[in-house]
């Protein structure tokens, strides 16, 4: 059984809020079959290509990644999402976030010196993520302030910095 295989498996077994359903998976000749719960609704790049989301609107979808990458990240096994961007955030029909592929997530295993190359979206990615460090929780933490950013002004934060209290969130 492969990293992917025993991500997969602990997936199911934390059924975390927030994060699609695994009802089955399985290997099936090098394929991993994985169904999971369909989340009716758009990804929040959708929304953003429409409009920006004021600070409240932030704040809120912020509050709820949170109390996800919580959950992911405790227990003996902590999950790290490592692709945290706003192509893999949904918003359901009432507006709430869901955080979904985890194809480049790993299981945190302490006293690694480094897990990675290069993966993840280059404007999300935390500087371990280039392949010098481990990642780890902070990794998504990195990545949860850029996407705050990205969310009320449109652009990355080496591009244009969000204002205010939400600035100082970010940096």
């Not at 961007?85 to 480094?114: C, H, S, T």
Request: hydrophobic share 40%; with cysteine; glycine share 8%.
């Amino acid at each position: 059984m492969g990293l992917t295989d025993k991500l997969d498996l602990l997936m199911k077994e934390k059924n975390i809020e927030g994060i699609p359903e695994i009802f089955f998976c399985a290997l099936a000749q090098d394929d991993l079959i994985v169904i999971e719960k369909y989340i009716e609704g758009r990804s929040l790049e959708d929304y953003l290509q429409q409009r920006k989301f004021d600070v409240k609107e932030v704040l809120s979808i912020a509050d709820s990644l949170c109390d996800i990458l919580k959950d992911l990240h405790q227990g003996d096994q902590p999950v790290i999402c490592r692709d945290l961007k706003a192509e893999n955030v949904m918003l359901d029909m009432e507006g709430k976030p869901w955080l979904v592929d985890f194809d480049i997530a790993r299981i945190y295993q302490e006293g690694k010196k480094r897990d990675t190359t290069l993966l993840g979206t280059a404007e999300y990615a935390a500087p371990e993520q280039f392949g010098f460090f481990q990642t780890d929780q902070r990794t998504d933490i990195y990545s949860l302030g850029i996407l705050m950013n990205y969310m009320s002004v449109g652009m990355f934060p080496v591009e244009k910095m969000a204002e205010g209290r939400l600035g100082e969130i970010v940096r």
